[in-house]
């Protein structure tokens, strides 16, 4: 119970008036199967309100989930299976064939080894309708590669939204399947690998290099010749982007980084890189210092002893003090007594090592995984979307779920 201890006793020190100080409230979108395992967002029915795809790996199968508006955003939130998916890792929004129907893409990988495609049904009115869902995998994915994260983006600037996918194993690669003219026929789409990985857990689509087409960057977790997080560069020609991509490190190498965020953490008008990583038990802030994309300068941010292994860390202003803060999840390996989320606040300047810690979601849940920061209940400040994955075969885990921030709509609390 030495960690229970701690954990009161650290939080019960923090400067009263500063940031929410007590453990966030949490709220079930989904919990009635095994093995959440990640959240992604899109507005599906133009509500101005964001819903929800997830992949459930241990139970098998694809979901997604609806903003039941703010009046009973703390309740179970309708949902629709669409479809079966073993082995899932990801599962993203995207309107493959364009008609404005927003569709769903999922990864698989185990011995599955799949990309699906999830093909909406033709009436928005019938979204919440399984069986008005169909279900197909795409051809030249079948079988090829343990398929972990996928990323809807224009690559070649022809035909409709391309598809860039990271993958893991001995033979892991990051590459794109090319849209065909007429995306509904899924033989025609092609498999464009792009660079040898290891273990991609992170793909982002930026123009890093300011030349007008995306790039794609990635955290590539596992020790290799790609480890680290890096860029690819768009070679711009068509017959070039069929190739291999150069590759640009950014930081990291060496270490087993997990999922990362994107944001101008410092204000200096530049995107900067985020990653939290396993090895080192740290957060690893890379600082962009020119618009080339090349120059990065790393500081690390250290992750108390009172949480688990890392896992995922999103930016977001938590405390509406106008600067921003890090949302972090991790893996307690079945501690009970560690934080399984927490976030994390500067004094006077993001580079610093030690940053301040808040409690968030207390010592349940084991297996955290990605986190999204949106206002799910309308009033004015950032909650934390996440799932908690089970930990043992024996349990179900926490699902999908939402941590509500405090902070409402009182009065910002100033450092």
């Known amino acids: ?79 629709v299976i669409v479809g079966r998916t073993p082995s899932v ?20 990988e185990g011995k599955d080894r799949k990309v699906y495609i999830h093909w909406a049904p033709a009436h928005p009115d019938d979204y919440l309708d399984q069986n008005q869902w169909t279900m197909e995998a795409l051809p030249a994915s079948d079988s090829l590669k343990q398929w972990m994260f996928a990323n809807p983006a224009q690559i070649d600037g022809t035909n409709g939204l391309d598809i860039v996918v990271g993958t893991k194993g001995y033979d892991a690669q990051i590459g794109w399947f090319k849209a065909p003219k007429d995306p509904k026929n899924l033989a025609s789409w092609t498999w464009n ?6 273990w991609v857990m992170s793909i982002f689509i930026r123009d890093m290099d300011q030349d007008g087409d995306l790039d794609i960057v990635v955290s590539d977790r596992k020790r290799g010749k790609t480890n680290g997080v890096r860029w690819l560069e768009n070679p711009g020609s068509i017959k070039k982007q ?70 995922a ?45 808040h409690p968030l979601s207390g010592p349940e849940g084991f297996k955290f995984d990605r986190i999204e920061l949106l206002d799910l209940d309308g009033d004015g400040d950032l909650d934390v979307l996440t799932c908690e994955e089970n930990y043992g075969t024996d349990s179900r885990g926490l699902g999908v779920i939402w941590y509500e921030n405090p902070l409402g709509d009182k009065a910002t609390n100033k450092r």
């Open 313 to 357: 860390v999103k930016v977001g202003d938590i405390n509406g003090d106008g600067r921003l803060d890090l949302v972090h999840s991790t893996n307690t390996l079945g501690d009970t007594d560690k934080a399984g989320l927490i976030w994390l606040s500067y004094t006077n300047e993001p580079t610093e090592q030690v940053w301040e810690s």
């Open 1 to 79: 119970m030495k960690y229970a201890l701690i954990f009161v006793l650290f939080f019960s020190f923090l400067p009263k008036g500063q940031a929410q100080n007590t453990f966030w409230k949490r709220h079930v979108i989904d919990a009635s199967f095994s093995g959440a395992d990640g959240v992604r967002l899109a507005d599906v029915n133009n509500d101005n309100l964001m819903d929800i795809a997830t992949g459930w790996e241990e139970a098998g199968f694809t979901k997604v989930y609806l903003h039941p508006g703010y009046e009973q955003v703390r309740q179970k939130w309708p949902s």
């Open 193 to 198: 690998p792009i660079s040898p990985a290891t």
């Open 242 to 311: 069929k190739q291999e991509w150069e590759n640009h490190f950014m930081g990291g190498r060496g270490l087993q980084v997990m999922f990362m965020d994107m944001a101008d953490l410092d204000g200096d008008g530049l995107e900067d890189a985020i990653v939290t990583e396993y090895t080192n038990q740290q957060i690893v802030y890379m600082r962009r210092l020119d618009n080339s994309g090349l120059k990065w300068q790393p500081y690390t941010i250290n992750i108390p002893e009172i949480t688990g292994r890392a896992k």
């Open 89 to 108: 890792e990801d599962a993203v929004f995207m309107d493959i064939d364009g008609q404005g129907g927003i569709d769903v893409i999922s990864s698989t």
